[in-house]
């Protein structure tokens, strides 16, 4: 059992310490994407508490079929648009956002134990590779991201995208890396 399924079961036996500890290690990362999509210290800290309560609230719904990450994104979209609009304040969550802020979490689970520095060049890469990625047609935008952020298969990936066959998903995974090689040109060792 790795250290977030041991937190993830912790917090759904309602152990206390736990979610302080999640508090610890998740608020800042959220409040900062929060923060992008709101562009408002105040708002940001309220949604933050949202979802913080929701997590609570909803913890023992979480199935360990998806990434926790993934889970916790999908609260935060949801509490940050239910805010901004019972609020009436502009709402600058878009699908280009949405997959910065998916990514974003993405890039957390995967540098556990590396030093800031290495992990902030790697967010601004992958903040290019996001820009690059929303320069493309967008059903290779979409296949890019379910099959490398969100882990999918092709199969899962057509299904995702209104039934496309897995063959579908693979011409538009070719296309889709073909311009990003061509938009990424200066990277071409990082991501060949």
Request: aromatic share 8%; charged share 25%; glycine share 6%.
């Amino acid at each position: 059992m790795n250290v977030e399924e041991d937190l993830i079961m912790r917090m759904q036996a309602d152990e206390g310490s736990a979610f302080k500890e999640f508090d610890r290690d998740y608020s800042g990362m959220i409040n900062s994407f929060i923060y992008i999509c709101t562009h408002n210290k105040t708002s940001s800290k309220d949604i933050l508490a949202q979802i913080m309560v929701a997590v609570w609230q909803h913890i023992t719904e979480f199935n360990s079929d998806s990434k926790f990450s993934t889970w916790i994104y999908t609260i935060s979209i949801r509490e940050a648009v239910a805010y901004l609009k019972k609020a009436k304040l502009p709402c600058r969550i878009t699908t280009d956002m949405s997959l910065i802020i998916n990514a974003r979490f993405a890039l957390t689970e995967q540098t556990d134990g590396e030093d800031p520095e290495s992990i902030m060049i790697k967010g601004q890469k992958l903040i290019d590779v996001l820009k690059a990625i929303a320069l493309l047609p967008k059903d290779q935008g979409i296949a890019i991201t379910l099959i490398y952020f969100e882990g999918m298969t092709n199969i899962e990936a057509g299904m995702e995208m209104g039934g496309k066959s897995a063959g579908s998903v693979k011409q538009l995974l070719i296309r889709g890396k073909a311009w990003l090689a061509v938009l990424l040109i200066d990277y071409k060792e990082d991501y060949s």
